[in-house]
């Protein structure tokens, strides 16, 4: 245990003499912004997608639109994230002429990528809400997209609270692979401190240490939003 | 106030209404029997589009609003609708369950100038007095979840008079509730009657009926093949069916 000891002392020193820790930080807001934007931009686009795909479809444009949807749904859940990364950074983007840094291009296809899936989450979601609320939204003059925006989408959301939690800290842990287009977050800090010491048993044990943290953090949130959620299922 | 000319509507390939014709006037109150399956709630569904008519017109206050032109919207906000599962807002408390629409309805209407805080004011004070009229008042702040079926099926009828409609649709407002509820309910009904509000009734209570209504009508095979006053209607019924149909349900 002597050169455990050791090791220790080492990885300290450096994060706490010579710039580990500012490393560390960086990694740590840049895999909490990447994943907490990603989410952000998920469930928006999950919520807009699973409203075309449970929109009466007599109209043209809803099956379009919902062509679409189901079109770039299987596209992101079809490729890993490490793929779509590398080709929105390398191939995407400077087709198109614009300049992005990694952590941006990181948001972007988090956000993409999350819709998908929270996109499928969120229909299953509706369709488990009474299609009674939707009809009473209706019968009182709400428009279709009012109905949902007030009524049924907020309870789809506290159904699949737990789902989407699950999503969140899927999304921290895929963060992590985010180095490929050159965005530094956790993993980059701790590779970088153990570069500098030719020691990596210390810093990946204190990195695989911040990750089950933070996601211990998210589940404890969660269940707190849960209980919050849950007031008006119980009665007094 | 409504006139419906040569309704018809289709699931798939089955017909389920066939044609009907009916004139209601203000401060009708009629109620709608008819066997199981006779599309009696499809037809009152079609009244407020929330079945698209295949066929015919439903004139209210003067537009066809089985045009699909029409903003529906506009026009469901002056015909009321009770539930048999009373669909109460889940997420919304007993109070906004009332006033939701009417803030929504007002903060929109370009002609209302008044400031939104003002109007959320008023519209809580009016769900308020509508609350205070069915007793529940102290429930204003509760989820629905917390209210017997009564409650909730007396919530959901003054939730369709705040918006102040011309008329009520009550798709079997009492059919699923526990039997010692259905009296609370079919007693604000008989106020509102009274008040001289226009009602559309699906209902299998006989009673009521007889009571109440002004008009029963009786709808079998996707027509309606009686519409009489309920004395006349009860007492010497002329369509056979409508005979038989009687013997099984007036015991």
Same mark, same amino acid.
Request: hydrophobic share 45%; charged share 20%; net charge neutral.
């Given at each position: ?30 895999t909490v912004?990447i994943a907490v934007?990603g989410l ?131 999304l921290i842990?895929?963060t ?61 | 106030?409504?006139? +419906? ?9 089955? %017909? ?75 997420? #919304?408390? +007993? ?43 102290? #429930?204003?702040?509760?989820?629905? +979840? %917390? ?34 509820? +259905? ?59 409508? #005979? ?8």
């Open positions: 245990m002597g050169n455990f000891q050791l090791k220790i002392n080492q990885f300290v020193e450096i994060v706490m003499h010579q710039g580990g820790m500012n490393q560390i930080l960086e990694g740590l807001k840049n912004i934007s952000i931009i998920g469930i928006i686009i999950g919520i807009l997608i699973a409203t075309v795909r449970v929109v009466p479809k007599y109209k043209l444009l809803p099956r379009i639109l919902n062509g679409f949807c189901t079109f770039y749904v299987s596209l992101f859940r079809g490729t890993p994230m490490v793929v779509q990364l590398l080709v929105f950074y390398y191939v995407l983007l400077p087709i198109i002429g614009v300049k992005l840094t990694g952590v941006q291009v990181s948001i972007l296809v988090f956000g993409l990528n999350s819709g998908a899936y929270i996109s499928e989450m969120m229909r299953a979601g509706i369709q488990s809400v009474d299609p009674g609320q939707m009809e009473a939204g209706r019968a009182v003059g709400l428009s279709f997209a009012t109905t949902m925006r007030m009524i049924v989408i907020p309870q789809a959301i506290k159904n699949i609270l737990p789902t989407l939690g699950n999503e969140f800290i899927q842990k895929e992590s692979v985010v180095s490929f287009v050159g965005a530094s977050d956790l993993y980059v800090a701790f590779n970088y401190i153990g570069s500098n010491s030719y020691e990596f048993m210390v810093p990946y044990l204190a990195m695989a240490i911040i990750y089950i943290v933070l996601v211990l953090l998210i589940t404890l949130g969660i269940r707190i939003m849960e209980k919050q959620l849950r007031k008006s299922d119980k009665r007094n | 106030m409504l006139d +419906v000319i040569d309704l018809k509507k289709n699931f798939d390939d089955q %017909t389920v209404l066939d044609g009907i014709n009916i004139h209601i006037n203000k401060g009708d109150i009629v109620v709608v029997t008819g066997p199981s399956g006779s599309g009696k709630s499809t037809f009152l569904r079609c009244l407020n589009c929330m079945e698209d008519p295949d066929g015919g017109q439903i004139i209210f206050n003067g537009v066809d609003i089985a045009d699909m032109k029409v903003d529906i919207n506009v026009h469901r906000r002056h015909m009321g609708m009770v539930f048999q599962h009373f669909n109460l807002f889940n997420n #919304k408390t +007993v109070l906004q369950n009332i006033s939701l629409a009417p803030i929504y309805v007002r903060t929109k209407d370009k002609n209302d100038k008044t400031p939104k805080k003002e109007i959320i004011a008023e519209e809580n004070v009016k769900a308020l007095e509508l609350l205070e009229r069915i007793g529940l008042q102290d #429930k204003a702040g509760m989820y629905p +979840v %917390t209210l017997s079926g009564g409650q909730k099926q007396r919530v959901a009828i003054v939730r369709a008079l705040a918006m102040n409609p011309d008329m009520i649709l009550f798709d079997e407002p009492t059919s699923a509730l526990d039997p010692e509820m +259905v009296g609370e309910v079919l007693d604000l009904m008989k106020e509102l009657a009274k008040e001289g509000m226009t009602m559309v009734i699906v209902t299998h209570e006989m009673g009521f009926a007889k009571e109440v209504a002004n008009r029963v009508i009786f709808i079998d095979e996707g027509i309606i093949k009686e519409d009489a006053p309920p004395k006349e209607f009860f007492e010497n019924p002329k369509d056979p069916r409508l #005979k038989e149909f009687l013997s099984k349900v007036l015991m």
